[in-house]
């Protein structure tokens, strides 16, 4: 049943959308991540950096949901308008599996979480026998939940979120009120063995790529909206507010434990950093605002991944099979739901058996939501160099590079392996132009873009697969 959708989501749910989808589990390790391979100076400034061309793609999303109100798609909407169907289909494909690889990465960290504590020390790392059923027990709980009313689903993630800034914002005012400024300027420049400014500033901004991944999600619930500008605002105010949690909780706690010092500790850090300052129920607190913060991020990714599947499965142009572009009677897009919760069943079952290669998929998700950001950014270059407009000309210079940027320090690796499931993609795409009596690709660089995925696609599968054996 494909229901019409009801604009009912105003700017302050899906700015909660955008914050629970940043904020998940990255911020609680962040202040030994961005520690451990960078000195204060170096930190300080690679936050600058990151900031500048956050803000660019911020930017970039709000210019798109204004430019095209019509495009009730989102993201994958405004890369097909920009280069057709084909790029469209695969920006959606790839947001589409970075989101549920997502999902399995929350579950796996929130029963590691819980394994912490003694009562549940066999739920092991995550990935043990009792941790896996558990989760896929969880998975499905929520999968239900949402299935009975996505609008039911966004006001508990709009709790959970409120719920989950309570901690950190109590870090916060903690670790403030403790600062130290001799703690914060020891060794600022960072120790001969972290090496020089550059590398130690590339080292530190390899964990914001993780961080910052969600920053575009209130465009995915453009159908749901009010109104177009609830969605432009909800960006910024999203990103406002996730840089203020993310720049305080990193920064500041270099104030608190020296940066060598702060390096060598377990994570979450943030539970030690705070130990410092008010003891043990202080470490206690954040170890639950952890738990809560994931199960928050579990339910936000859970429906942007069904939300996205959907987007490019319903109407007379869908680029995925049409099955999945269905409502139910709640507005839930059901089938995009049941196969989406699938696959993050399958995942979590591999985790148990093979950790290694779980952790590389993991990994592997983040590099498959740049490439989406990266044509974004690109879209608006292109009607930048078309309008000849300077201020677009800026926003869509600096957002391609620093989307450019992204995928080279998530990983070339990871690239290539990202091109065998974006070329996986392909199959859904074919039955979809099938379905639609179209030829198989409508333009040139179509044609061009499907054989430079193929190509790494089967450099990939002999470099990491045949070669080493």
Excluded at 364 to 376: N, R
Aim: proline letters at 3%.
């Amino acid at each position: 049943m494909n229901t019409p959708v009801r604009k009912k989501l105003g700017t302050l749910p899906l700015t909660l959308l955008v914050v629970g989808s940043i904020v998940g589990s990255g911020i609680f390790s962040l202040p030994q991540n961005m520690a451990e391979g960078a000195g204060t100076g170096a930190i300080l400034i690679a936050w600058i950096i990151t900031l500048f061309g956050m803000l660019m793609l911020t930017r970039i999303f709000q210019y798109l949901s204004i430019r095209f109100y019509k495009i009730n798609d989102g993201l994958y909407g405004y890369v097909r308008e920009g280069f057709g169907d084909y790029i469209g289909f695969n920006a959606a494909w790839g947001y589409w599996i970075s989101a549920w690889m997502s999902c399995t990465s929350y579950l796996v960290i929130l029963f590691s979480a819980l394994g912490s504590f003694d009562c549940l020390s066999f739920f092991g790392h995550g990935t043990t026998l009792p941790a896996v059923f558990t989760a896929i027990l969880l998975l499905w709980i929520v999968h239900y939940f949402v299935l009975k009313g996505i609008y039911r689903a966004f006001l508990l993630n709009c709790l959970v979120t409120l719920a989950k800034i309570v901690p950190i914002s109590l870090f916060i005012v903690c670790i403030s009120l403790a600062f130290k400024i001799s703690t914060f300027k020891m060794d600022f420049w960072g120790t001969p063995q972290l090496g020089s400014m550059i590398k130690q500033v590339e080292n530190t901004m390899l964990y914001t790529v993780w961080v910052y991944l969600g920053i575009e999600s209130a465009t995915v619930y453009a159908a749901r909206a009010k109104n177009i500008i609830s969605i432009s605002r909800a960006t910024f105010f999203g990103f406002a507010i996730t840089s203020l949690l993310l720049v305080c909780v990193s920064v500041l706690s270099l104030g608190i434990v020296p940066q060598q010092e702060l390096a060598q500790m377990k994570n979450p850090s943030m539970a030690l950093v705070i130990e410092r300052v008010i003891g043990s129920w202080g470490a206690t607190l954040i170890n639950i605002g952890l738990i809560v913060s994931v199960s928050g991020g579990l339910l936000s990714w859970l429906m942007l991944a069904a939300e996205m599947l959907f987007l490019s499965g319903q109407g007379n142009q869908h680029t995925v099979p049409k099955c999945f572009g269905k409502l139910n009677k709640t507005g839930t897009p059901a089938n995009a739901l049941w196969l989406t919760t699938s696959f993050i069943t399958i995942l979590l079952i591999l985790s148990h058996f093979y950790q290694s290669g779980y952790n590389t998929l993991i990994q592997l998700s983040t590099s498959m939501v740049l490439i989406p950001y990266l044509l974004a950014a690109l879209f608006v270059f292109k009607l930048a160099i078309q309008r000849r407009k300077v201020y677009l000309i800026i926003i869509g210079a600096f957002g391609s590079t620093y989307g450019v940027w992204l995928i080279y320090a998530g990983g070339i690796s990871y690239l290539l392996l990202s091109m065998i499931l974006y070329s996986i993609g392909l199959f859904f795409y074919l039955y979809a132009r099938k379905q639609r009596s179209l030829p198989v690709f409508s333009y040139f660089h179509d044609k061009v873009y499907a054989f430079f995925i193929i190509t790494l696609a089967l450099i990939a599968i002999v470099y990491f697969y045949i070669l080493p054996n």
